[in-house]
């Protein structure tokens, strides 16, 4: 992605490359983001690869999205209308069913106080626009792969509680 966009080429050779590799077996993005364009090259990627996506343009439409049906990973922008992105995050980590929610922020903020902000707001990762489609994916990756070894420790720890109080 040169300049915010991402050329036809670029995401041609990505998709095939992602076709190539085992593909997750569709996992629920959703993306908030309010630019048209930014939207489509990221939705039309990310579906090559074979996540579905479900876009919202605004922050109140991410909160009644995410509520409606819990995603697995949300792609995050800051300037939004009606309720920005970091007012937006907030209020996804106030709500224990949606809290643990990975969240990765893609803006055009690239201030180093930018950064900061947005991962004291509750954001796991930071992602400043332009950026490239791969790393979009490994930011994706690794964030999905730590919410997955989250998930397996669940058990483990929840067996250690209630071992504890039985003692």
Same mark, same amino acid.
């Not at 908030?32 to 939705?43: F, G, Q, R, T």
């Not at 049906?69 to 697995?72: F, R, S």
């Not at 791969?134 to 994706?140: Q, V």
């Given at each position: 992605m040169r300049g915010g966009v991402a050329t036809k080429v670029e995401i041609k050779?990505?998709?095939?490359?992602?076709?190539s590799q085992t593909q997750p077996n569709?996992?629920?993005?959703?993306l908030?983001?309010?630019?048209?364009?930014?939207?489509?090259?990221?939705?039309?990627f990310l579906t090559a690869i074979g996540y579905s996506v479900a876009v919202a343009r605004d922050g109140l439409e991410v909160l009644e999205m995410a509520q409606a049906? @819990?995603?697995?990973l949300i792609l995050m922008d800051i300037r939004m209308p009606h309720l920005n992105g970091l007012e937006a995050i907030r209020c996804l980590r106030s709500m224990?069913?949606?809290?643990? @929610?990975? @969240?990765i922020v893609v803006t055009?903020?690239?201030?180093p106080e930018d950064r900061e902000k947005c991962l004291a707001a509750g954001a796991d990762e930071y992602l400043s626009k332009?950026?490239?489609?791969?790393?979009?994916?490994?930011?994706?990756e690794r964030q999905l792969a730590a919410q997955?070894?989250?998930?397996?420790?669940?058990p483990l720890l929840t067996d250690f509680v209630t071992q504890s109080h039985q003692a």
């Open positions: 050779k990505l998709a095939q490359l992602a076709n569709r996992i629920n993005i959703l908030a983001e309010d630019d048209e364009y930014n939207s489509e090259v990221v939705s039309r049906a @819990i995603p697995d224990p069913h949606l809290s643990a @929610i990975p @969240i055009a903020l690239a201030m332009p950026f490239r489609l791969f790393e979009l994916r490994r930011a994706m997955q070894k989250s998930l397996q420790l669940l």
